[in-house]
Each structure stands twice: as structure tokens, then as C-alpha cells.
């Protein structure tokens, strides 16, 4: 079953504003990956942030996470119409059956 | 370095036929996870592979088959397809079976069953 839930389900932004998704779970984690996926392609790996990280970055990316609250986000900066897509969280948790378990996805439009 | 090869991209069945979908994972990676995506349910866990045994298994019918060949290849099977089979089906590479790991996703097969 999937444990993450993606907020907002669906956010359209013009292009130059930052981005910001959500993702909120329910059980102890090892870490949190984030993904992008191009209109039913695979999915890219984007960043892995570790339980006891808080903060990390890649190029235009930011993640946070806050394991007291269960939840972390992702903000893309100075968005650009390639970056339209839709991104799923992954958690890894410390125990039970899945070692990745995806959340349902924020669809991200940027407008040009 | 190659990435996650998934073989074929796309596929047309017919319901009760079966399928073989293949992925060649990141050399050097051993654990290979199967996942089925569906607009409905989104990504669903299917079983993940390691040093050619099945170590966890998802939600799904026995008519759902893998295996894990010396080379860390892997393979999926599906018998007797139904309509509700059609997704995409992707395939994860990683390091091992450790839960601290990242996973690397392939291109991912279109199946359609018609």
C-alpha cells in the first residue's frame, strides 16, 4: 500500500517561480527519495535525503525533511517549462515488506 | 556508465496470453524491484530480486512471476493476461538489498492488453 501522500495533487506555475511539492508519510524512514517522470516514462532519480539529514540540494532543488512531523518537500527555483512532470516521493522505511513505498504524485505544470 | 535497460518499450497482448518483460540493471547493482503503474493505483510494488531469489513480494496475483539470473538481469512474467494488466511496468535497480539505498528506475515496458 502506498504510505506517501504528495500535496497538491496537481500545481501550474509560470515559468521563472519557484515550485514547491510536499509529501507527508506515515512510519519510521531511512531515507526519502525524490523522482521526476515525464509523461509515463521512467522515473529519474532526483535526490536522496537521509533520516538524519534536514536539508539538501542539487542544481535548482532544495529538499527538506522533517521527521517529527513526517513530512518533506521538494522546491524547484527559477522553474522552466522542461521541468513540467509529474514528482513522487519514495520512502524507505526501517522495516515491513517494501523497501520503497511511492507516494501518489504531484503533477507540475509550468507555463512558458 | 549504462543506466537501467528495460526490454521491450512496448507491448500489445491479447487477454490470456502471456508476457516476458526483461531489465538489464546499473553493472555492479545485484537488487533488481519490479513496480506496476497504473493511473488508478499508481506505483504498486511487485516483488524485488536479489542474488537470484525473490526477497519480498507485493500484493499480487500468482499469474505475476519473476526470476533473477546470475548476472543480476531480471525478468517478469504475467500469465493469462487480463485488461486490468495493462500499465506501465518499471523496473529498479540498486546496490543491494539494503534499505539505505538509492534506486535507479529504467524507461519502464507499455504493456496493453487488447
Known amino acids: 500500500s502506498q504510505q506517501g501522500e504528495e500535496d497538491p495533487q496537481a500545481l501550474s506555475i509560470q515559468e521563472g517561480e519557484n515550485a514547491t511539492m510536499n509529501c507527508s508519510y506515515k512510519t519510521s524512514i531511512n531515507n526519502l527519495q525524490w523522482y521526476r517522470q515525464n509523461s509515463g516514462r521512467g522515473l529519474v532519480h532526483l535526490i536522496l535525503?537521509?533520516?538524519?539529514?534536514r536539508e539538501k540540494h542539487s542544481g535548482r532543488l532544495r529538499v527538506t525533511l522533517d521527521t517529527s512531523k513526517k513530512s518533506s518537500s521538494l522546491l524547484i527555483t527559477a522553474s522552466r517549462a522542461a521541468d513540467t512532470a509529474s514528482y513522487f516521493c519514495a520512502t524507505g522505511p526501517t522495516s515491513g515488506t517494501y523497501k520503497y513505498i511511492f507516494g501518489t504524485g504531484t503533477r507540475l505544470k509550468v507555463l512558458a | 556508465k549504462a543506466g537501467v535497460t528495460q526490454t521491450p518499450r512496448y507491448l500489445i497482448k491479447t487477454r490470456g496470453q502471456q508476457v516476458t518483460l526483461s531489465c538489464s540493471p546499473i553493472s555492479g547493482h545485484r537488487s533488481v524491484s519490479w513496480y506496476q503503474q497504473t493511473p488508478g493505483q499508481g506505483l504498486q510494488f511487485l516483488f524485488e530480486y536479489f542474488s537470484e531469489t525473490q526477497r519480498n513480494k507485493g500484493n499480487f496475483p500468482g499469474r505475476f512471476s519473476g526470476r533473477q539470473f546470475s548476472n543480476s538481469r531480471s525478468e517478469m512474467n504475467v500469465s493469462t493476461l487480463e485488461l486490468g494488466d495493462s500499465a506501465l511496468y518499471l523496473c529498479?535497480?540498486?546496490?543491494?538489498?539494503?534499505?539505505?539505498?538509492?534506486?535507479?528506475f529504467g524507461q519502464g515496458t507499455r504493456l496493453t492488453v487488447v
Open positions: 535525503i537521509r533520516s538524519n539529514e
Open positions: 529498479a535497480s540498486s546496490l543491494d538489498v539494503g534499505r539505505n539505498t538509492e534506486a535507479f
